[in-house]
């Protein structure tokens, strides 16, 4: 089975810009997660959607929101990139069930200037 | 309000010897802990779990601990090798108030396995 593949892998944007991130899931899994990495903060949840739905959201501005479409596939928006955007981003697909491990894509590293 | 905490960011540990990583929670609604392994350029991957109802639990060289009252859980990692060299995140879940789960990470401890 292919694993969970995010495109692009590097990205560099300027402040004021949006960017749009791609994540495929393993095939089945209806559950996707966002999460944003930087230097020790750890990963810090952005939201899951489960069929298309926005599940759970976490503690991030308006500036960040994404989608699922109908073959799971998600995408995660950013408009008016901050600095503080700079960060690698990663999404996490899993069946969708409670207490289920999740598997991570290798992540876009996203430059903003 | 970091409810997820390791508090050493690096941990050195001989090839061969113990490595004990540590992960301290302030939810005691989480009921599900997990740990993920992290090497440059990719994704964390998962390593091992643990249930609120137990305080042990074991996969080859990766022990996890889970101490309820005091809030903690530890990986222990028994031999350890030079390619168990990454960076280490804990995670914990809870059911949120929609019905569903979320995780929460630990910010990170980078071992480092010396041959």
């Known amino acids: 089975k292919a694993g969970v593949t995010q495109t692009p892998r590097y990205l560099i944007k300027t402040r004021g810009q949006q960017v749009t991130l791609s994540c495929s899931p393993i095939s089945g899994h209806r559950s996707v997660s966002w999460y944003q990495q930087t230097p020790g903060q750890g990963l810090q949840f952005l939201f899951e959607y489960f069929s298309e739905t926005q599940r759970n959201k976490g503690n991030f501005p308006g500036r960040f929101s994404g989608r699922q479409f109908s073959n799971s596939r998600s995408e995660m928006n950013v408009s008016t990139l901050e600095l503080g955007d700079s960060a690698l981003y990663l999404c996490?697909?899993?069946?969708?069930?409670?207490?289920?491990?999740?598997?991570f894509g290798p992540g876009t590293r996203l430059l903003v200037l | 309000d970091q409810q997820v905490k390791q508090n050493s960011p690096s941990l050195s540990v001989q090839e061969g010897r113990i490595s004990i990583l540590n992960c301290d929670y302030t939810n005691s609604m989480f009921d599900y802990f997990l740990w993920y392994k992290k090497y440059p350029a990719e994704g964390p991957t998962f390593l091992i779990s643990?249930?609120?109802?137990?305080d042990k639990n074991e996969d080859g060289r990766f022990t996890v601990f889970l101490n309820k009252s005091a809030k903690h859980l530890s990986l222990h990692i028994v031999p350890s090798q030079p390619g168990d060299s990454a960076v280490y995140f804990c995670a914990a879940s809870a059911r949120s108030t929609s019905g569903t789960y979320k995780y929460i990470f630990g910010t990170g401890t980078r071992l480092k396995v010396l041959a």
């Open positions: 643990i249930s609120s109802i137990k």
């Open positions: 996490a697909s899993s069946f969708g069930q409670p207490k289920e491990t999740q598997y």
